[in-house]
C-alpha cells in the first residue's frame, strides 16, 4: 500500500515539476516579449486576478451560483426527456422508429445556431439559459440510455424467460442494472454539455452567471481576470463532473469491489430478516 | 478678361487630371455601427467626395463583434478605431498605447428611456422598478443615472434585455420593464418595433464625451497625412449639418434606405445625431482636458477603471487643427452645387 | 456517435414504403398542428412562424432571393479548410508524440485542460490578435478539430497488442515497418472515430467564428434574422444547418466504412481480392 502510494506521489511530484517549468517558460517569454501580454497575460496577473475574483471581491461566487443552477436545471430537464423518450423507444419498436429522425436532427444541428432562437423564444432571465442547456443535453442522455437498455445479454435474457420473469421484472431487474454504467457515462457528457450551453446561452444576453462575468471583464480588456473566469468555468465543469461521478459510484455499486460487499452484506442481512420472519430458517450463504 | 478664364480653366483641369488619375490609399476605421446616420459626417463626406479630395477610400471593418475596436488598432487591421471613454481609459489602464485625436460627439449618447405611454418623468420613480440594460455595457449609464438623484444600482433590479430591437419593444409593450438604458441607435429600434419612446435621461448622463476616434501610438508618426485628411474630410461632413440639414438627410436617405423605411422615424434619428455630432466647441471634434479629467473620478466610482490616467498622455490634439483647416465658403458652395444637382 | 446507426432499426424489406408512409404521415400530422395552433394563436406567431412561411422561405432564401449560397458556401469552406488541416496535425502531432512514451505522459493533462476549454472562449482571442478573415476562422475551426484526432490517435497507438509489436521486433522490423504494418492499421478505428468527433465539431466551430467576427456566413445570417425577428428565414438556416450536419455526418459515416475496411464482409472481400492479384502479379505468376 506504502509502494502504491509513493509511486503515485512520484508521478504527482514529476507531474508538479513539468507545470512549474510550463510556468516559468510562460513568465519568461512574456517579460521578454514573445507573448503580447495584453492578449495573454503571464501567469503571476492570472494568479493575482484569481485572488481578486475569489478573495478581495467574492463577487465570482453569486455568478458561480447562478451558472451552476442553470447548468443543473438544464441537464435536469433534458435528462428526464432524454430517460423518457429512451425508454419509451426501447419499451415500444414503433415509438422508436417514429422517435429517432427527430432526435438525429436535434442532434446534427450545432447547439450555437439554436442560440439566438432561444433567447428570443424565451425572453430575457434564467428560462433561456436552462433551455439552451436542457437541449443540448438531452442527445447525448437519449442515445446512451436506448443503446444500453437495448443492448441485453441473450443468455441472461433468456435464463430470465424461462423462470418465468414477467416484462416488468425483465425490465427492472435485468435491462435497467445492465444498462446503468452506460446510461451514466451518457450523464456525465452531458453534464458537461449542459453547462457549455448555459455558458453559450449567457454570452448572448444574461444579467449574471460565469459568462458574462468573463465577456465583461474581457470587454474591459481585463484578460487575466478574463482567463480567471474562464478556469472557474472549467472548475464548474469539474466540480458538475464529480457529482455526477459520486451519485454513479453509488448507484452502480458493482464496479467497485468494496462498495459490492458492503451493499451485499447489506441485502443479504435484510433478505435474512424477511426470509428469516417467514420461515424461521435462514437462506442463503452463512 | 478672356485670357485669365482660359488660365483658370486651364489650370483647373491640370489641377484636377493628377488628382483624378491619382491612387486612392484605403484607410480602415472600425465604428459602432457601419455607414450609418447616425455617423452622418462618413456619408455627407463620401458622397461630397471630401475623402477623395484627401486620396483618401474609407473601408469599415465589421462591427457587430462583441471583440473591443481596441484589439483592431493593435494588430493593424484599423488605422482608426471610434471607442467611448470608458473604453478608451480601459485600454490605457490594460496598457495599450493609443492616442485619442478628435471627438466625434462631444455629448454622449447614451440615456435612459421610457414607454411613451408610461407616467415616469424622472429617474427617481425607478427606485424599487425593474430597470432593464441593452446590454452589460449600459449598466453604467444607468449607475450615474440613478447616482445623479442619489439612488444606487440596489435601489432597483436590472436585467439585461438584450440588442434586439423587437425584444426591446416587447419588454415595453408587456410592461416587464419600467425603463431601459441604452443609446440613441437603440430607441430607433424601438420604435421602428411600434412603441413610442421618451427619453428621461438626467443631465449628469449626457454631459460627458460621447464617442472619440483613436490611433495606435505610433500610427501618427506613420501615417499622420492619412489621419488629418481623414479628420478633415469627417469634419466638413460634420460641418455641411449645420448649414444644411435637409441635405444630410437627403443623403442619408441615398446610402442607408434601410434607415428612412419609415420617413418619420428616420427623420428623428438623423435628428438626434446631429445634435450628437456637431461639436459644441469652436473646434470641430476639438479635445478638452478639463472634461477627460472630470469624468474620471466618476468612473473610479462606478468601477470601470482602477487608477486614473493624466489627460495629456493620450491627448493628441495636433491632427484636429489641421482637421479644421478647410474653407467654410467653399463647403457652403459645394453643398449649394450638390443640391441644385440632387434636390 | 457510432451508435447512432443502431438508433435506427432496420425495417423488414417488404414494409419498407410502408414505414416510410408512415413517418411522413407523422411528420405532416405534425406540422398540421403547428400550423393550426399559429393561425389560432395558440402559440405566438411572433416566434413560431407559420411551417408555411418557412416553406415561403425556403423559396426565398435559396430561389428567388438566393442569399443563402454565398454564406452557405463561406460556412462550408472554413469548416472544410479547418477540418482537413486540424486534423492533419492532430494526427501527425499525436503519431510524434506516440513515438515517445515520456512526452505523451506529460502532455496529457494540458491536453485535458485544453481539450476541456470551450472553444467559444478562445475564439476573441484568436480574432483579436489576428484580426478579422477568413484566416482566423479557419484557425479556430482547426483548433476546434485538432484534439479528437490527437488524443484519439495517441490512444489508438498506445492500445497496440505487446505481443504483436514485440513479434514485429523478433522479426527484424525497422520502425517505419512496424509503424505503417503494425500500429497505423491497428489505430485505424480510434483515428475514424477521432476524425468523426472532429468533423462533428467543425461546424459548431465555425458557427462559432461567424457570431464573433461577423462577416459572413450562416451564423450571421441566424443572428441578422433573429434580431429582426424574421423567424421564418432564421429557422430556413438553422435547417440548413441541420441538413449540414446530416451529410456530413453521412459523408463521415462511408469514409469511417472505406478505411476500416475489415468491418464490412464485403469490402473485406473486395480489398482481400485486389490485394491478392496484385501480390500475384509482382511474383509473378497468375493462378
Known sequence: MMDRLSVH????????????????????????????????????????????????????????????????????????????????????????????????????????????????????????????????????????????????????????????????????????????????????????????????????QATAGIGVLMQRLSFALDMSGAIAALLSMSLLGLILFTIIEIIDDRVVFWRRGSRMEAVSRRRLARWKTSAGSSSGKPIGRK | MKHFLITSAISALVAVGPVAAQELTTINAV????????????????????????????NLLPSDTPIPFVNFLRNGQADVAMLDPAEVLQALAAGVELNVIYEVMQTAPDGIAVSGNSDLTDVEQLRGQIVGLVSDRDRVTMQIALDARGMTEDDVTTVVVGEAGPTLAAAFRDQTVAAIAGSGPDWLAIQANGIPVSLITPAEVSNKPGNTFAVASGTLEEKGDLIEGYLRAWSKGMYVATIA??????????????????????????????????????????????????????????????????????????????????????????????????? | MNEIADLTIPAPKRSALNIIARHLAIFLALISAWEISCRLEWLDPLFFPY?????????????????????????????????????????????????????????????????????????????????????????????????????????????????KVEMFRSMGASRIQTFSKLLLPSALPEISAGLRLAMASALGGALVAEFIASNAGLGVLITQYTGTLNMASAFVCVLTLSALGYFIFRGMEAVDRFIIFWADRDRIEAVGRKRLAAWHSRLGDRP
Not at chain 1, 429512451?86 to 414503433?94: F, I, K, Y
Not at chain 1, 446534427?108 to 439559459?129: E, N, Q, R
Not at chain 2, 467626395?49 to 483618401?56: D, K
Request: aromatic share 12%; charged share 15%; with cysteine.
Open chain 1, 9 to 204: 506521489l512520484q508521478s504527482l511530484f514529476k507531474h508538479l515539476i513539468v507545470f512549474a517549468c510550463v510556468i516559468a517558460l510562460w513568465e519568461g517569454a512574456a517579460a521578454v516579449g514573445l507573448v503580447d501580454v495584453i492578449l495573454l497575460p503571464p501567469p503571476h496577473a492570472i494568479a493575482g486576478s484569481i485572488w481578486d475574483l475569489y478573495v478581495e471581491n467574492r463577487t465570482i461566487y453569486r455568478h458561480f451560483t447562478i451558472t451552476f443552477y442553470e447548468a443543473f436545471a438544464g441537464f435536469l430537464i433534458g435528462g428526464a426527456f432524454g430517460l423518457a423518450l429512451a425508454v419509451g423507444s426501447s419499451l415500444n419498436d414503433s415509438f422508436r422508429r417514429y422517435v429517432s429522425p427527430y432526435a438525429i436532427v436535434l442532434n446534427v444541428t450545432p447547439g450555437l445556431a439554436l442560440t439566438p432562437i432561444v433567447i428570443a423564444w424565451f425572453g430575457f432571465g434564467y428560462s433561456s439559459k436552462i433551455a439552451l442547456g436542457a437541449i443540448v443535453c438531452f442527445f447525448p442522455i437519449f442515445v446512451n440510455t436506448l443503446i444500453a437498455l437495448s443492448r441485453t445479454d441473450g443468455d441472461t435474457l433468456e435464463m430470465f424467460q424461462s423462470m418465468g420473469a414477467s416484462k416488468g421484472q425483465v425490465f427492472w431487474k435485468l435491462r435497467v442494472p445492465a444498462a446503468l454504467p452506460m446510461i451514466f457515462a451518457g450523464f456525465k457528457i452531458a453534464i458537461t454539455t449542459a453547462l457549455v450551453g448555459a455558458v453559450v446561452a449567457e454570452f448572448s
Open chain 2, 31 to 58: 465604428m459602432p455601427k457601419q455607414r450609418s446616420a447616425n455617423y452622418f459626417p462618413l456619408i455627407v463626406g463620401e458622397a461630397l467626395g471630401y475623402f477623395e479630395e484627401e486620396g483618401l477610400e474609407v
Open chain 2, 245 to 343: 440639414p435637409e441635405v444630410v438627410a437627403r443623403m442619408a436617405q441615398d446610402a442607408v434606405p434601410e434607415e428612412w423605411e419609415d420617413a418619420n422615424f428616420g427623420q428623428q434619428y438623423l435628428n438626434n445625431a446631429i445634435r450628437l455630432n456637431v461639436s459644441v466647441t469652436e473646434t470641430l471634434g476639438g479635445l478638452n482636458t478639463g472634461t477627460w479629467e472630470s469624468i474620471q473620478p466618476a468612473m473610479q466610482k462606478f468601477g470601470l477603471i482602477t487608477d486614473m490616467i493624466a489627460a495629456d498622455k493620450f491627448l493628441a490634439p495636433s491632427p484636429v487643427e489641421a482637421a479644421n483647416n478647410f474653407d467654410r465658403d467653399e463647403i457652403a458652395q459645394e453643398v449649394q452645387a450638390w443640391k441644385d444637382a440632387n434636390m
Open chain 3, 51 to 163: 411551417p408555411s412561411s418557412i416553406l415561403e422561405g425556403f423559396w426565398r432564401l435559396y430561389i428567388t432571393q438566393g442569399n443563402i449560397w454565398s454564406h452557405l458556401g463561406l460556412t462550408m469552406f472554413a469548416v472544410i479548410v479547418g477540418f482537413t488541416a486540424g486534423s492533419v496535425l492532430g494526427v501527425g502531432l499525436a503519431i510524434c508524440v506516440g513515438m515517445s512514451d515520456r512526452l505523451r505522459r506529460y502532455l496529457k493533462p494540458y491536453v485535458i485542460v485544453l481539450e476541456a476549454t470551450p472553444r467559444i472562449a478562445i475564439g476573441p482571442v484568436i480574432i483579436a490578435a489576428f484580426g478579422f478573415g477568413w484566416t482566423s476562422k479557419t484557425a479556430i475551426v482547426m483548433l476546434v478539430c485538432f484534439f479528437a484526432p490527437f488524443v484519439n490517435t495517441l490512444n489508438g497507438m498506445i492500445s497496440v497488442d505487446r505481443d
